[in-house]
Every structure is written in C-alpha cells, then in structure tokens.
C-alpha cells in the first residue's frame, strides 16, 4: 500500500522561531516530491518541490533524504503568515505516472504573535 | 489568466440525485485530475486525463464518471450522488512537460454535501 505519512500537528511555534517537519513514504522507487500549502477553506498550492540535492527558497528549506525515505522542509524566522497546512506529495508510480501522486494528510502549523 | 476555474462553488443535493461538476483552465495544460478531500484524509484521486478524449481511474473511482471532450474542460458527473460523496472537490491540472514533476495547479474548490 502506497503512504505518505506526516505527523498531523499542530506546530505551535512562536513568530520569528525555525520549525521543521518531515513526511515519510513507503515507495523507496519513488521519482518525484513536494511541498504543497493549504490555507483554511483554499485550495493546496505548490510550495517547492524537492530535489535529490536538496533546495532553498528564501526562508524554506526541503531536503531529501532517499536512503531513510523522508523529505523534510524548514521555515526560517517564522511568520504569522506561514500559518497554515503543508502537505507532503510523492510521486509513488514506478514510471512517475500521473496517477502516482499520493498526498500526505497534511501538518497544521500555526505561528504565534 | 484565470487559471483553474470550477463550477459550481457549492452544491447541496438529496440522495439520488445526480449532477456534474466543471474544471476548466486556461493554461493549455495536457493533464487534468479530480479530488476528494475528507476532514482526516489526504487528497484522493477519483479520476485523471493525460489528454483531451482520454481519461482513467485513479484510486477511489467508484459512483464517479468523467469526461474531457476538450482539452481545457474536464467534468466529474455523479449519477446517483450517496452522502458518502460528501465532501469538498478539488480540479487539478498539469503541464506534461517535465514529466516526472507533474507540478499541479488547482481550483478553488466545490463543497459538496448530499444528505
């Protein structure tokens, strides 16, 4: 059985604090991952997708790691608006097909004044 | 540029009853998805297109049906909608290029309740 398994939160962090979360998966064949954000009541949107090198885009951070079968994504100096679901995805197909996509339940994190 | 549209935003229908839900985008993307999200659950695929006139099952397709007669619509019907179709549907779509990425872009959402 395919899984992306998070731990469902919530983060509490204080504003400006770091905070990190992994995703697990099962599939150690699997091509492709990323971070989505869902904000209450919207639609996920993709945050970054993570590559075998690992990659930053301002204050976030995703890393990969193949040999323990997690990603992970760190949030720098912490903002009120970071407040919101991060959703880990794997492309879990063995041909990274389009039906491969299997979403993680989502991390709440919500950030503090 | 609008993106990913679906209509209706919400619906409410009684056992039974049947109706069809409508994505449309306009970034002349080749693949098109439907979701499901249940409070506790992560997104599930009911059905997916790799292109206009094809389509496939994805992991839960049962009481769903689809069509993509034009590139850029993608619609879900439900025939006999169940109150365990309750839930909130999510369009999706994705550009074919980069093909191990499949980066989806979204649409707003149809709340669905069937009581």
């Known amino acids: 059985r395919k899984e992306v398994e998070q731990d469902p939160g919530p983060f509490n962090v204080p504003e400006g604090a770091t905070v990190a979360f992994n995703c697990t998966y099962s599939?150690?064949?699997?091509?492709?991952f990323f971070w989505y954000r869902q904000d209450c009541r919207k639609e996920p949107k993709l945050l970054m997708s993570?590559?075998?090198s690992g990659n930053e885009d301002g204050r976030f951070t995703a890393q990969l790691n193949r040999a323990s079968q997690y990603i992970s994504l760190l949030i720098r100096d912490s903002k009120l608006s970071d407040s919101a679901t991060y959703l880990c995805?794997?492309?879990?197909?063995?041909?990274?097909?389009?039906?491969?996509?299997?979403f993680g339940k989502g991390t709440h994190l919500i950030i503090q004044p | 540029n609008a993106g990913v549209t679906q209509t209706p935003k919400f619906r409410v229908l009684k056992t039974g009853q049947s109706m069809t839900l409508l994505c449309a985008q306009d970034?002349?993307?080749?693949?098109m998805y439907w979701y499901r999200q249940d409070p506790g659950m992560g997104l599930r695929l009911i059905h997916y297109?790799?292109?206009?006139?094809?389509?496939a099952k994805g992991e839960v397709p049962d009481g769903y049906n689809v069509s993509r007669l034009k590139k850029q619509n993608f619609l879900l019907g439900l025939e006999s909608a169940a109150p365990s179709q309750t839930s909130v549907y999510f369009c999706?779509?994705?550009?074919?290029?980069?093909?191990?990425?499949?980066?989806?872009?979204f649409g707003p959402g149809t709340r669905l309740t069937v009581t």
């Open positions: 993570v590559y075998s």
């Open positions: 995805v794997v492309n879990m197909s063995p041909g990274g097909g389009a039906d491969g996509l299997t």
């Open positions: 599939n150690s064949a699997s091509q492709s």
């Open positions: 999706a779509s994705s550009p074919s290029t980069s093909v191990i990425r499949y980066e989806q872009y």
């Open positions: 970034m002349n993307h080749e693949y």
């Open positions: 297109s790799v292109g206009e006139g094809t389509t």
